[in-house]
């Protein structure tokens, strides 16, 4: 199972972007997908999740301002960013919990990371 995240960059304060992260492989079902964030000398951090019903939750420094989505036929998630903010800056990971043969266990899979920076 891979996840293949994108759409991070460089944008000022005030500006949005939107990531994506999709999940691809050995794939039976996908659960909760969602999006974690490190920014440099500080731990990982939950930022957004969604249930497989689309239940969602929010840190509270994100709430408002971001927006957690899903595909389920694509096996995908996104945020999308808006109001950014310098503190906003960091490494953005994304994850899915995923059972890859039936009966199998769950367990979760990251992506790779993509950067935001929000220049002030």
């Known amino acids: 199972v891979q996840l293949q995240a994108s759409g991070g960059g460089l944008v000022q304060a005030g500006g949005s972007l939107r990531l994506s992260c999709a999940a691809s492989?050995?794939?039976?079902?996908?659960?909760?997908m969602g999006w974690y964030r490190q920014a440099p000398g500080k731990q990982r951090d939950l930022v957004a999740m969604?249930?497989?019903?689309?239940?969602?939750n929010y840190a509270d420094s994100v709430k408002g301002r971001f927006t957690i989505s899903r595909d389920n036929a694509k096996k995908s998630v996104y945020l999308q960013m808006n109001t950014l903010k310098p503190e906003d800056t960091a490494v953005y990971y994304c994850?899915?919990?995923?059972?890859?043969?039936?009966?199998?266990?769950?367990?979760?899979?990251w992506g790779q990371g993509t950067l935001v920076t929000v220049s002030s």
């Open positions: 492989g050995s794939i039976f079902s996908v659960g909760s």
């Open positions: 969604i249930t497989a019903g689309g239940s969602t």
């Open positions: 994850y899915a919990v995923v059972v890859t043969f039936p009966g199998y266990a769950q367990r979760d899979y």
